[in-house]
């Protein structure tokens, strides 16, 4: 997605340890305009599918999936990273391990908003690793829920994440993917598709 790159180019910020600043307009101060074309472009991109919730993970998840949800018409759940687990039914819980605080979260859904009639499309800023969207994707088979496809803000194609959900068959949409990035130079290639 071109508007995307270009805002990426203009005010991403490229740090030591392979990782982009965004917080001027996704991750702190959030860009309204560009989530809404954002949005316009999963719709189309997932046009096929038949998507009745959208999940994401707290904390900088929320904000872009709940305008990209206006664009499907469906609520929005996000998973909650649990200081301590009441493990009495009542949740769905995996293990992520976060990129940017090097930890290890519990994270929770509550079973009354995931089930077995739900097609979930997965949405996250950023994709790295692939550990927070691999979490998301348990949660949903927990609860014998569909996932119908994950989208994603920034995929940073260097790192693994996107090849291994895409070998295990999910449908992957990532509407920027930085092939390489320089924190010295600060320059950063996008992956042409
Ligand atoms: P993964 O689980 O795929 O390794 O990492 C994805 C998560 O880590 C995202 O939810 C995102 O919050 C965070 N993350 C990973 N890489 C970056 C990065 O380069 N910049 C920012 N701002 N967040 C990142």
Redesign the pocket.
């Given at each position: 997605m071109r508007l995307l790159e270009e805002r990426i180019r203009k005010d991403g910020v490229v740090k030591e340890g392979?990782?982009?600043?965004?917080?001027s307009f996704i991750?702190h101060q959030m860009d309204i305009h560009l989530f809404n074309e954002m949005g316009k472009e999963f719709k189309r991109l997932f046009a096929d599918k038949n998507i009745n919730k959208i999940l994401t993970?707290e904390a900088?998840?929320i904000g872009l999936a709940c305008i990209i949800a206006q664009h499907f018409d469906v609520p929005v759940v996000f998973a909650k990273k649990a200081k301590s687990i009441n493990l009495d039914g009542e949740m769905y819980c995996t293990k992520?391990?976060?990129?940017?605080h090097k930890r290890v979260y519990d994270v929770i859904v509550s079973k009354k908003f995931l089930s077995e009639d739900d097609h979930v499309l997965i949405i996250?800023?950023?994709?790295?690793?692939?550990?927070?969207?691999a979490g998301l994707v348990d949660l949903v088979r927990s609860a014998g829920a569909t996932v119908e496809g994950v989208g994603i803000a920034v995929e940073?194609g260097f790192?693994q994440?996107g090849q291994l959900l895409r070998d295990k068959g999910l449908q992957v949409e990532s509407l920027a993917i930085v092939e390489s990035m320089n924190h010295e130079t600060g320059e950063i290639v996008f992956r042409e598709q």
């Open positions: 392979q990782v982009l600043k965004v917080d991750n993970i900088s998840g992520i391990e976060s990129f940017t996250d800023d950023f994709l790295a690793n692939g550990c927070a969207v940073k790192q994440g």
